[in-house]
């Protein structure tokens, strides 16, 4: 069964610095998302993106974030300089025609 | 009126037993209702869904059952397991998924 993958499975970074979290959809997706949840939390959307487009954004997403699929495989979620308060757990999931969101395993992000 | 209410946030069954979590939403134009289990350290995983169409349905021991005149929605775990013992999570959706609290599930052998 076709899955979703997402790498890397935990990321330790500086406050401040750049990190990029990759996911890899399953293949006939066309729709696709990122959540993210603070420990203990619920999950919060973040973005979507369909048509190569960002299709929504939450009031998380500011400019310090961007999504892209640079391959038409991979779709990438970048916080160009990270606080305290992004450390979370970050999931991509993505759906075909129906309504299903398949979820990724996560990364766990660790800003210090 | 995005919001999402979901109740208990915790629930302690015995083994065989009957769970029962409920979810309340404000925003009509919600047109999909899943529930998603989290095991520790995993992805939300798809449980069941239903469209507002049918006020009930069932896929083995998990039954929704959907109230659109109230706004709520129910998940039923009928002869509950310890392998049921996982964090619940209701999404109503109409296009992303806006997640509720969760409710925290423990089975008891």
């Known amino acids: 069964e076709p899955e979703v993958t997402q790498t890397p499975s935990h990321q330790v970074t500086q406050m401040g610095q750049e990190v990029i979290l990759r996911c890899v959809p399953i293949?006939?997706?066309?729709?696709f998302y990122w959540y993210r949840q603070i420990l203990g939390q619920k999950v919060e959307f973040l973005v979507s993106?369909?048509?190569?487009?960002?299709?929504?954004k939450s009031e998380i997403f500011d400019d310090q974030f961007s999504v892209e699929r640079p391959d038409g495989s991979n779709f990438t979620l970048k916080i160009r300089s990270t606080k305290l308060e992004d450390s979370a757990m970050y999931f991509c999931?993505?759906?075909?025609?129906?309504?299903?969101?398949?979820f990724g395993p996560g990364t766990r992000l660790t800003v210090l | 009126q995005q919001q999402v209410k979901q109740s208990p946030q915790s629930l302690i069954v015995q083994k065989g037993g009957i769970s029962i979590i409920n979810c309340a939403y404000e925003n009509t134009a919600f047109d999909y209702f899943p529930w998603y289990q989290q095991f520790p350290g995993k992805g939300p995983a798809l449980l069941i869904a239903i469209r507002p169409d049918v006020s009930e349905k069932k896929e083995g021991r998990f039954t929704i059952s959907f109230n659109k005149s109230a706004k709520q929605f129910s998940l039923h775990i009928m002869d509950s397991q310890p392998g049921d013992s996982a964090t619940y999570f209701c999404?109503?959706?109409?296009?992303?998924?806006?997640f509720g609290t969760g409710t925290r599930l423990q089975v008891f052998p």
């Open positions: 999931a993505g759906r075909g025609p129906t309504d299903t969101q398949y």
């Open positions: 293949s006939n997706h066309l729709y």
């Open positions: 999404a109503p959706s109409a296009d992303k998924l806006i």
């Open positions: 993106f369909y048509n190569n487009e960002i299709s929504e």
